[in-house]
């Protein structure tokens, strides 16, 4: 990690992005455990693509979510894994995010709650703040200026904007309520980057939107993109649509 060798680029990715050798030998990794527990169903990761298994399900992988921290030596990245049934967002079952700096782990499974670490997280149990107190995590990474101008509003309102570079470990935080809200409006998501997160977001009693105010599903491909507000209750998101239209 932040190594001259770890930055070393090679093709395309099958997300679109240039493959660096850190996310190579990561997606490596996932593949040698499944193989050595003898469980191989189809695979979808940002580097690999698609790939067809033996197995029933589908497991969505980021071996390294964060790449460009990991390459700049900045301490923000993380691994994440889910596994779906079937291939499309809300029907995932199982999700884990480690932080592979600090060791810290995330996971859930579906209507069995989510952890950090061990410990359950709960949501319910966090109050609301003053507009000016609340952290906001906030993506605006190659922002369009209509888009610029439309979350103009909700930046001014607030003293705490976040963005870590690291969506996946961006909505764990979330989840275990460091961040109030993490908002990615820029429709440049992958559904890849998400899948992990999403579950252990919900299952700590989050709520997850799309732009018009439904709840987020999409399919589990490597062209999958979306938007998304992460809120732990209405009147938090309300705010937040309110401010971004």
């Excluded at 859930?108 to 359950?120: E, Q």
């Excluded at 906001?136 to 990474?141: A, H, M, R």
């Excluded at 963005?163 to 409006?185: P, R, T």
């Excluded at 559904?191 to 439904?214: P, S, T, W």
């Amino acid at each position: 990690m932040g190594t001259v060798e770890g930055q070393q680029k090679f093709n395309l990715g099958a997300g679109g992005d240039i493959s660096t050798k850190i996310d190579l030998v990561a997606e490596k990794s996932v593949f040698d455990t499944l193989k050595r527990n003898n469980f191989i169903p189809d695979v979808v990761g940002e580097e690999c693509g698609f790939v067809k298994g033996n197995d029933s399900g589908l497991i969505v992988m980021d071996g390294i979510d964060g790449t460009t921290n990991a390459n700049c030596g900045l301490p923000f990245y993380c691994c994440s894994l889910a596994y779906s049934p079937n291939k499309n967002l809300q029907s995932i079952t199982d999700a884990v995010v480690f932080n592979l700096l600090s060791g810290d782990l995330y996971y859930a499974s579906k209507n069995k709650g989510s952890f950090f670490n061990g410990k359950k997280l709960d949501l319910s149990k966090k109050t609301n703040k003053s507009a000016k107190d609340m952290v906001i995590g906030l993506n605006i990474s190659g922002l369009s200026e209509n888009l610029f101008v439309s979350i103009s509003k909700l930046v001014s309102s607030v003293n705490h904007i976040r963005h870590l570079g690291a969506n996946a470990l961006e909505v764990c935080y979330f989840a275990q309520g460091s961040i109030d809200a993490y908002i990615d409006l820029r429709n440049k998501i992958r559904a890849i980057d998400m899948a992990a997160c999403y579950l252990i977001a919900k299952e700590a009693g989050g709520f997850i939107y799309d732009v018009d105010g439904n709840d987020l599903n999409c399919d589990l491909s490597i062209d999958s993109r979306m938007s998304f507000i992460a809120v732990s209750n209405a009147e938090i998101y309300n705010w937040i649509y309110t401010l971004t239209r």
